[in-house]
């Protein structure tokens, strides 16, 4: 179906207005904000995309138009039903409008000039030449993908990335990476006697227990930050980061990772029958992904 450059733009912003809003009907006046047109354009040209099927309209004050399933097949997206979601990270900051729908690798042959064209639901105007894009891990195949953008095409809403990294997750268990028995710290241990243990057992994050349960996390990040306002003799509980991430054995390495980036941590502690058998640190995961 040949559609006009507009009515593909109206297309796509309306579909990605969808994902973002779930079933409501959206305005036309949303569109029209997302691609820079007047609302009239929209409007007239709404009518000609309801008359191919690509898009119904609903009535009322809380009225305005809904893609149809055909509107997906004809912009070769995939229902939001029926994908997996598929993270994007932009200079390290998480962007959650953006849905990666398609990776192409244009280069593949040529290692030293490899790049990637991946195209994107979304608002692509937010990524820069220069940005650094991650993406991953995508389903199936657990691929995460690191490039550095040389390019932005608007009219396909994809950009060129000149690509930096390219790891494939192996397909296991935190229970087969995890460190086992667990090193905790006490809370009402001074943040020296603390710091003497982790560092005697060359480890830089442990769990604080207190009365037999996991109450946070203790750094030596954290411990520096006691040394440098010279309260080393105080609880570590007073240095904690009061978050502490617990996951069963049969946690994937890939919903690890997901859990490590959502909740900002760099441990979790790997539970069984309510106790604690091991930790998976970010530098557990980043030794296994590279380990020439």
């Given at each position: 179906?040949?559609?006009?450059?507009?009515?593909?733009?109206?297309?796509?912003?309306?579909?990605?207005?969808?994902?973002?809003?779930?079933?409501?009907?959206?305005?036309?006046?949303?569109?029209?904000?997302?691609?820079?047109?007047?609302?009239?354009?929209v409007r007239n040209q709404m009518q000609a995309l309801r008359a191919l099927g690509?898009?119904?309209?609903?009535?009322?004050?809380?009225?305005?138009?809904?893609?149809?399933?055909?509107?997906?097949?004809?912009?070769?997206?995939t229902p939001a039903e029926t994908e997996a979601p598929v993270p994007v990270y932009i200079n390290g900051e998480l962007v959650e409008d953006l849905?990666?729908?398609?990776?192409?690798?244009?280069?593949?042959?040529?290692?030293?000039?490899?790049?990637?064209?991946?195209?994107?639901?979304?608002?692509?105007?937010?990524?820069?030449?220069?940005?650094?894009?991650?993406?991953?891990?995508?389903?199936?195949?657990?691929?995460?993908?690191?490039?550095?953008?040389?390019?932005?095409?608007?009219?396909?809403?994809?950009?060129?990335?000149?690509?930096?990294?390219?790891?494939?997750?192996?397909?296991?268990?935190?229970?087969?990476?995890?460190?086992?028995?667990?090193?905790?710290?006490?809370?009402?241990?001074?943040?020296?006697?603390?710091?003497?243990?982790?560092?005697?057992?060359?480890?830089?994050?442990?769990?604080?227990?207190?009365?037999?349960?996991?109450?946070?996390?203790?750094?030596?990040?954290?411990?520096?930050?006691?040394?440098?306002?010279?309260?080393?003799?105080?609880?570590?509980?007073?240095?904690?980061?009061?978050?502490?991430?617990?996951?069963?054995?049969?946690?994937?390495?890939?919903?690890?990772?997901?859990?490590?980036?959502?909740?900002?941590?760099?441990?979790?502690?790997?539970?069984?029958?309510?106790?604690?058998?091991?930790?998976?640190?970010?530098?557990?995961?980043?030794?296994?992904?590279?380990?020439?």
């Amino acid at each position: 179906m040949e559609l006009t450059q507009i009515q593909r733009d109206i297309l796509l912003a309306l579909i990605t207005l969808a994902r973002q809003k779930g079933p409501v009907a959206i305005k036309g006046e949303e569109i029209a904000e997302i691609i820079n047109r007047n609302p009239g354009t929209v409007r007239n040209q709404m009518q000609a995309l309801r008359a191919l099927g690509l898009v119904e309209g609903v009535p009322g004050p809380k009225g305005g138009y809904r893609p149809t399933a055909k509107s997906y097949e004809v912009m070769s997206i995939t229902p939001a039903e029926t994908e997996a979601p598929v993270p994007v990270y932009i200079n390290g900051e998480l962007v959650e409008d953006l849905v990666p729908e398609e990776i192409d690798f244009t280069t593949l042959r040529h290692p030293e000039v490899c790049q990637a064209n991946i195209r994107l639901i979304g608002d692509i105007k937010k990524i820069n030449i220069g940005d650094v894009v991650r993406i991953g891990p995508t389903p199936v195949n657990e691929l995460v993908l690191v490039g550095e953008v040389v390019g932005r095409d608007d009219t396909q809403n994809s950009v060129l990335c000149s690509i930096i990294e390219m790891v494939s997750m192996p397909k296991k268990t935190v229970s087969e990476y995890m460190k086992s028995p667990v090193i905790t710290v006490k809370a009402d241990d001074s943040v020296l006697e603390s710091t003497k243990k982790m560092v005697a057992a060359g480890i830089v994050n442990a769990p604080v227990e207190s009365d037999g349960k996991l109450i946070g996390l203790f750094t030596l990040r954290e411990a520096a930050k006691a040394l440098s306002e010279n309260r080393v003799n105080y609880p570590t509980a007073d240095y904690m980061a009061r978050k502490v991430v617990l996951v069963p054995p049969d946690t994937s390495l890939r919903e690890a990772i997901s859990l490590m980036n959502e909740n900002r941590v760099r441990l979790l502690v790997v539970v069984e029958n309510n106790r604690p058998v091991g930790v998976i640190t970010e530098t557990n995961v980043l030794r296994e992904l590279t380990p020439f």
